[in-house]
T-cell receptor, first 114, second 113 residues
């Protein structure tokens, strides 16, 4: 089975500062990687996903993530955060043989301070 | 397009009671999923369905049952509720193709006392 590790449970950052949310996964096969965002009392929304090709993936709201196969990582970055980015962020992985089964990390709470 | 809808939004159950969490989607997705989200634990897959009449277990199926009689609906049944089932439950759906995005409902918060 897959596993996903989000090392940081909480990340405090000041508005307009850059941020990186870390995600590592374990898999021996080709994977699909996703970042979802969850605003308070809402469901999850897709930020971006990596399927194949370019390892740098751009998503909504100015977020981007880089797939690093050798380090089995898929870190999420934003060069300048806004108060409205305060939310919980989940990394998820599926693979080409069990693509309907998603495995989620434990989440990282991003708290953007003014 | 309502997307994925879930009812109720919040429910309190007593130990041993039963209830059904409702989920519906209007995107004509074949695949539907039920997850539970516990604090600090991320989402765990309970059950999923690849089409009407076809369901299968996920990581944490014990204490739950599902059925899928139509493409649109995928209810989750809790029998004999236990405090360990206190959680937030999310329904999701997708077309079921490799790499396809899963679309989530707003969730049902369940408290078992």
């Amino acid at each position: 089975a897959q596993s996903v590790t989000q090392l940081d449970s909480q990340v405090p950052v000041f508005e307009e500062a850059p941020v990186e949310l870390r995600c590592n996964y374990s898999s021996s096969v080709s994977v699909y990687l996703f970042w979802y965002v969850q605003y308070p009392n809402q469901g999850l929304q897709l930020l971006l996903k990596y399927l194949s090709g370019s390892t740098l993936v751009k998503g909504i709201n100015g977020f981007e993530a880089e797939f690093n196969k050798s380090q089995t990582s898929f870190h999420l970055r934003k060069p300048s955060v806004h108060i409205s980015d305060t939310a919980e962020y989940f990394c998820a992985v599926s693979d080409r043989y069990n693509f309907n089964k998603f495995y989620f990390g434990s989440g990282t709470k991003l708290n953007v301070k003014p | 397009n309502a997307g994925v809808t879930q009812t109720p939004k919040f429910r309190i159950l007593k130990i041993g009671q039963s209830m059904t969490l409702q989920c519906a989607q209007d995107m004509n997705h074949n695949y539907m999923y039920w997850y539970r989200q516990d604090p600090g634990m991320g989402l765990k897959l309970i059950y999923y369905s690849v089409g009407a009449g076809i369901t299968d277990k996920g990581e944490v199926p014990n204490g739950y049952n599902v059925s899928r009689s139509t493409t649109e609906d995928f209810p989750l049944r809790l029998e004999l509720a236990a405090p360990s089932q206190t959680s937030v439950y999310f329904c999701a759906s997708s077309y079921g193709r490799p790499g396809e995005t899963q679309y989530f409902g707003p969730g049902t918060r369940l408290l078992v006392l």
